[in-house]
């Protein structure tokens, strides 16, 4: 590295398990880049001073994740579209009048990953099934609205959440967040009790939620009534064969695992701040998962 070093990190807090540095760091020295990307642990309440900071220090730019993705939001100068419908803000760049741009990459990640893991499915193909309603569930949901999918179902414990996503997405113009005729009636919530019925005739089902991740119970949701032909994904990615995809698999569905969002999103970042668009290979993605 020289003193002319491009600059990006991801702030987070905390921040010491995120695997973005090592997922940049290989990019960085793969494509001989004269750069760095530094992980930042920054505390909540300290996060918008330190994004406010960034020009001033000389970085292009930076990530965000939690739980700072909604501060990030509040900060920045000027939002992109898909970061306004979200939400929240992933990546930071820093434009050539030194204003802070916010982006969110988290839905461009989930659909090239399931893209990338399955050429042969498409979102227009039928209804997509998404459990959860946090942020990552938001980040999904947009995604496959935006790529044409006929119905989005929502499945979550607490169904007030679902209900305010499936509102927020499908408002009148003009009402605030996430706002589009084009989505309204697209998102649908069924009731948790009830939400083995949300399978039936599915094209997709996506865990958003962190059941089936090490060290918690698996996703609670019997597979009877999904198509075999459907794809399922679970953005856990630790372990890789969560127990969702490990039913899936056995009765013959189509699956792809949860390491190539995290990969994906992070190309739109690298791209800016860096000025090569990155390619995601097996090889990255043993490199980063043995991190
Ligand atoms: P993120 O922003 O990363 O998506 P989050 O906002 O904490 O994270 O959301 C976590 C998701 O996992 C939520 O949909 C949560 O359901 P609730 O809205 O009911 O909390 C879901 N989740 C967490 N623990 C769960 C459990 N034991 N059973 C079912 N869903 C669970």
């Given at each position: 590295?020289?003193?002319?070093?491009?600059?990006?990190?991801v702030m987070g807090w905390p921040?010491?398990?995120?695997?973005?540095?090592?997922?940049?760091?290989?990019?960085?020295?793969?494509?001989?880049?004269?750069?760095?990307?530094?992980?930042?642990?920054?505390?909540?309440?300290?996060?918008?001073?330190?994004?406010?900071?960034?020009?001033?220090?000389?970085?292009?730019?930076?990530?965000?994740?939690?739980?700072?993705?909604?501060?990030?939001?509040?900060?920045?100068?000027?939002?992109?579209?898909?970061?306004?419908?979200?939400?929240?803000?992933?990546?930071?760049?820093?434009?050539?009048?030194?204003?802070?741009?916010?982006?969110?990459?988290?839905?461009?990640?989930?659909?090239?990953?399931?893209?990338?893991?399955?050429?042969?499915?498409?979102?227009?193909?039928?209804?997509?099934?998404?459990?959860?309603?946090?942020?990552?569930?938001?980040?999904?949901?947009?995604?496959?609205?935006?790529?044409?999918?006929?119905?989005?179902?929502?499945?979550?414990?607490?169904?007030?959440?679902?209900?305010?996503?499936?509102?927020?997405?499908?408002?009148?113009?003009?009402?605030?967040?996430?706002?589009?005729?084009?989505?309204?009636?697209?998102?649908?919530?069924?009731?948790?009790?009830?939400?083995?019925?949300?399978?039936?005739?599915?094209?997709?089902?996506?865990?958003?939620?962190?059941?089936?991740?090490?060290?918690?119970?698996?996703?609670?949701?019997?597979?009877?009534?999904?198509?075999?032909s459907a794809l399922v994904n679970?953005?856990?990615?630790?372990?890789?064969?969560?127990?969702?995809?490990?039913?899936?698999?056995?009765?013959?569905?189509p699956v792809v695992d949860g390491?190539?969002?995290?990969?994906?999103?992070?190309?739109?970042?690298?791209?800016?701040?860096?000025?090569?668009?990155?390619?995601?290979?097996?090889?990255?993605?043993?490199?980063?998962?043995?991190?």
């Open positions: 590295m020289t003193g002319k070093a491009k600059l990006a990190g921040i010491g398990h995120s695997r973005s540095p090592r997922l940049h760091g290989y990019w960085l020295a793969q494509y001989g880049i004269d750069g760095a990307y530094v992980p930042l642990a920054v505390a909540p309440d300290r996060a918008e001073q330190a994004i406010r900071a960034l020009p001033a220090l000389g970085f292009r730019g930076c990530n965000v994740t939690v739980p700072l993705k909604e501060i990030a939001f509040r900060t920045v100068d000027l939002l992109d579209p898909v970061a306004r419908r979200m939400g929240a803000v992933n990546t930071i760049v820093v434009d050539e009048d030194g204003a802070l741009v916010g982006g969110n990459t988290d839905g461009f990640g989930f659909l090239e990953n399931v893209k990338a893991g399955c050429p042969d499915w498409s979102a227009e193909r039928g209804p997509a099934v998404v459990v959860g309603a946090g942020g990552a569930a938001r980040a999904v949901v947009v995604a496959l609205l935006d790529a044409g999918a006929p119905e989005v179902r929502l499945i979550n414990r607490t169904a007030a959440r679902a209900e305010e996503l499936a509102a927020d997405l499908g408002a009148d113009p003009g009402a605030g967040l996430g706002s589009d005729p084009a989505t309204t009636g697209r998102v649908t919530v069924v009731d948790w009790v009830s939400r083995e019925t949300a399978l039936d005739g599915a094209g997709l089902l996506v865990n958003t939620t962190t059941q089936g991740m090490a060290g918690q119970p698996p996703l609670d949701l019997r597979l009877d009534a999904l198509p075999v679970d953005i856990v990615y630790a372990p890789l064969e969560t127990p969702l995809l490990a039913a899936a698999r056995a009765r013959g569905n390491i190539g969002m995290l990969l994906h999103q992070a190309r739109p970042g690298f791209q800016a701040w860096f000025g090569v668009e990155p390619q995601v290979t097996p090889d990255l993605t043993r490199f980063v998962l043995e991190g």
